[in-house]
C-alpha cells in the first residue's frame, strides 16, 4: 500500500513501525508550519514541530481551543456534545472548576500514600509471569500496573476489571481491526465507559465507601453537585488518559533495555538510576503521537495566515528528539540529566490540559522499572513486536519476550 502524497506525516502507513522520526526530523528542519490534507469535514490540518509554536498553541487556550477535542476526528453532533462535557473537551475558566476536583487525589502527597500498594502490585504482577521465564509483556505486565492501580483508586471491583480493560482497549485501539470493527465501536465504547462509570457512582451511592468515586460524588462543580453521569466523564477521561498511555510506555521501555542491553546493565547495577531511565523512556518513546486545537479565529500562526476553525496539531515527539534542545537525540541514555529532560520534552502535553496524572505516570513507570530491572535479567525478543495500528498513540499490542527469572529464594529461606 503507499502512503498519500498529500499527507507528509499523519498516515497509517508511516506510522506502521511506530513514530517516523526521521520523517519527523526532516520536516521540522524544513517547515515552521505545514499544511497536509486529512478525511474528516476541514479536509486537513496545520502541523507544528517546533517547541515554542506548540508550547505557544497549547498555552493560548482563547485562541486554540479545546472544544472540539484532541483528535483530528470530526465528532457526529450529538457525540460532540456529549463530549464538551468531558474534561478534555472544555476550555478555562469551566475546565479550572472541573480539573481541580480531581488533582488532589494525583499530588504528591497521594502518591506517598499510594506507593506501598503500588509496589505490591508491581511484585504480584511479576510472581504471575516470572517462573515461566517468558511471557507477552504488554497485556500481561505493562497494561496490568495502571489499569490496577486506577481501578483500586475508582473503586472499581475486580470482577468488573476484564469488560473495563476490553472498552478502553476498544476506544483507545479504535484504528487497529484486532480490537474495533471500525471507528463508531470506538465512539460506542467510549458511551459505554461512561455508562459504566455512571453506575460505579450508582453503586458508591447506593453503598458508600472510599474512593476517589466517592470523593467526586461528594464534590460540586458550577454551583451543583456531581450527577452520575458526570462522573461517569470523568471515569472515561481517567481510565483513558491513565491506562493506555503508562501500558505503551512500559512496553517500549523493555524493548528498548532489549535493543541497549547496556543500558539496562547500567540499571540494574545502579538502581538510582531508575529516575533518569523514567524521564528518557518518556523522551524517547512518548506515546501520545499529536494533540489537536482548533483556532477560535482567523489570526497568525508561525508566520503563516490560519483560518478560524482550522484544525492545529501539535507533533508531541517533535522537540523530544529536536537536536537543538538534546543532544545526541536519537540515542537511548538513561544517564542523561533528568531535569534537563523534563524541561524540554513534551510527552506530557502543555498549557490547561498539561498531564494531570504525571506524578501518577512517573511512579508507575518507576516503581515496574525497578521491579523488573531487580528480576527479569536477560531479556529479549522471541518474536517481532506487533505495532497497534494509530496515528494517535505509538505503541505495541503485542511484546513476546524469554529473559532469565530472578532465582528464588531457597526454600527454608538463607542459612
Ligand atoms: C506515560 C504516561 C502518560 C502520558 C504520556 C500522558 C500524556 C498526556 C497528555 C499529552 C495529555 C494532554 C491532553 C490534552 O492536552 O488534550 C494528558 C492529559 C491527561 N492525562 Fe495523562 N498521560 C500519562 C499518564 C496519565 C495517568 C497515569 C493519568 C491518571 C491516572 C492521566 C490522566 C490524564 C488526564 C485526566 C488528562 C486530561 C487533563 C485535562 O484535560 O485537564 N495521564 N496526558
Not at 80 to 98: C, G, I, N, V
Not at 166 to 177: G, V
Request: proline content about 7%.
Amino acid at each position: 500500500m503507499s502512503s498519500c502524497p498529500h499527507k507528509p506525516l499523519l498516515d497509517f502507513d508511516k506510522f506502521a513501525h511506530g513514530t517516523p522520526h526521521e520523517t519527523i526530523h526532516a520536516l521540522r528542519g524544513a517547515h515552521r508550519i505545514l499544511w497536509e490534507e486529512d478525511e474528516f469535514a476541514t479536509g486537513g490540518h496545520w502541523l507544528l514541530f517546533h517547541q515554542r509554536d506548540i508550547d505557544h498553541v497549547l498555552q493560548s487556550p482563547a485562541l486554540f481551543s479545546s472544544s472540539d477535542g484532541p483528535l483530528l476526528d470530526d465528532f457526529p453532533a450529538q457525540l460532540l456534545a456529549e463530549q464538551q462535557e468531558s474534561l478534555t473537551f472544555m476550555d478555562p475558566p469551566r475546565h479550572r472548576q472541573y480539573r481541580s476536583l480531581v488533582e488532589p487525589a494525583f499530588r504528591q502527597a497521594a502518591m506517598r500514600q499510594r506507593e506501598p500498594m503500588m509496589r505490591a502490585l508491581a511484585g504480584r504482577i511479576l510472581d504471575e509471569v516470572l517462573p515461566r521465564g517468558e511471557c507477552e509483556f504488554v497485556q500481561e505486565v505493562a497494561m496490568q500496573l495502571p489499569t490496577r492501580v486506577i481501578f483500586a483508586v475508582l473503586g472499581v471491583p475486580p470482577e468488573d476489571f476484564a469488560h473495563v480493560a476490553e472498552l478502553t482497549n476498544t476506544l483507545a485501539l479504535a484504528d487497529d481491526p484486532e480490537f474495533a470493527e471500525n471507528r463508531e465501536a470506538g465512539f460506542i465504547a467510549s458511551g459505554m465507559l461512561m455508562q459504566y462509570g455512571a453506575r460505579l457512582a450508582a453503586s458508591h451511592r447506593s453503598a458508600p465507601r472510599e474512593s476517589l468515586t466517592m470523593t467526586l460524588l461528594n464534590s460540586e462543580a458550577e454551583g451543583r453537585k456531581l450527577t452520575d453521569v458526570d462522573f461517569g466523564r470523568f471515569f472515561n477521561n481517567l481510565i483513558v488518559g491513565g491506562t493506555e498511555t503508562t501500558r505503551n510506555t512500559l512496553a517500549g521501555a523493555m524493548y528498548e533495555f532489549i535493543r541497549h542491553p547496556e543500558q539496562y546493565a547500567l540499571l540494574q547495577e545502579d538502581p538510582g538510576l531508575v529516575a533518569g531511565a523514567v524521564e528518557e523512556i518518556l523522551r524517547f518513546r512518548n506515546p501520545v503521537i499529536y494533540l489537536r486545537r482548533t483556532a477560535t479565529q482567523d489570526l497568525e500562526l508561525a508566520g503563516q495566515r490560519i483560518s478560524h476553525r482550522a484544525k492545529v496539531v501539535c507533533v508531541l515527539g517533535s522537540p523530544n528528539r529536536d537536536p537543538a534542545l538534546f543532544e545526541r537525540p536519537d540515542e537511548f541514555d538513561i544517564r542523561r540529566p533528568v531535569e534537563h529532560t523534563r524541561r524540554h520534552y513534551r510527552s506530557f502535553g502543555g498549557g490547561a490540559h498539561f498531564c494531570l496524572g504525571i506524578q501518577q505516570a512517573r511512579l508507575n513507570l518507576t516503581v515496574m522499572l525497578a521491579e523488573m530491572a531487580r528480576r527479569i535479567h536477560r531479556p529479549r525478543l522471541l518474536t517481532a513486536p506487533r505495532q497497534a495500528r494509530s496515528i494517535f498513540m505509538d505503541g505495541f499490542k503485542e511484546l513476546r519476550i524469554a529473559f532469565v527469572p530472578e532465582r528464588a529464594p531457597p526454600a527454608g529461606g538463607p542459612s
